[in-house]
């Protein structure tokens, strides 16, 4: 059973760009997490999904980011216009439901120049 | 709110001596308790969880936490740390529901030769 799968592992963008990190959960995983980690941090909740729907952004910026979950394919989150604080590790979690245990991946690492 | 505090921003240890990396948590509800080992340029990895039953449990690499509901705490022990223990360690509290799941903000272990 593969796990979480995320891609790219490296993304390099400009300012002003858009950034898509792309996440796949494990099989019969049905949650979806997006946590960022700035260097030298700890990790920032983001956003919580289901299948098409979003359970809970608090931890998003009302700027220029945005996630989804669609009913197939993986999930995405989209950076819109980034800027050199946008540099950061991303990473994803699923679980399956009701179990409450989060499995991670590798997680992206965009920087911004 | 949920919150989990780890008190130790770093901690030093010589290899083959013990140690205890300190987690205190807020939580509204019964929580699940987690702790995570990332290694540089890494994912988290699950180290071991507390979700009912035994207040000791065992995890992976020969790490133990117990959790002390009357002082809010889940503190992770070894026996005796190997050099290839050091990493960053995070603790997590979280739901069944995999909602309002919280990070602490790490605690970097360092190993002496």
């Known amino acids: 059973n593969a796990g979480v799968m995320q891609n790219p592992r490296h993304l390099v963008r400009r300012r002003g760009q858009e950034a898509r990190l792309r996440c796949s959960p494990m099989k019969g995983h049905s949650h979806v997490y997006w946590y960022r980690q700035l260097p030298e941090e700890g990790l920032k909740f983001m956003v919580y999904l289901q299948k098409e729907n979003i359970i809970d952004e608090s931890g998003m910026p009302k700027e220029r980011f945005s996630a989804e979950f669609p009913k197939e394919g993986p999930s995405i989150l989209r950076i819109q216009q980034v800027v050199r604080g946008d540099s950061a590790a991303y990473f994803c979690?699923?679980?399956?439901?009701?179990?409450?245990?989060?499995?991670f991946g590798e997680g992206s690492r965009l920087t911004v120049l | 709110a949920q919150s989990v505090t780890q008190p130790d921003i770093h901690i030093t240890v010589s290899e083959g001596a013990s140690l205890e990396l300190r987690c205190n948590y807020s939580y509204g509800a019964t929580p699940y308790l987690f702790w995570y080992v990332q290694s540089p340029g890494q994912g988290l990895q699950l180290l071991l969880k507390?979700?009912?039953?035994?207040?000791l449990v065992q995890g992976i690499k020969g790490f133990e936490a117990e959790f002390k509901r009357s002082q809010s705490s889940f503190n992770l022990r070894k026996p005796s740390v190997h050099w290839s223990d050091a990493a960053e360690y995070f603790c997590a509290v979280g739901g069944m529901d995999g909602q309002n799941f919280v990070f602490g903000p790490g605690t970097r272990l360092s190993v002496l030769p």
């Open positions: 507390y979700f009912s039953g035994d207040t």
């Open positions: 979690a699923s679980s399956p439901p009701a179990r409450g245990e989060l499995f």
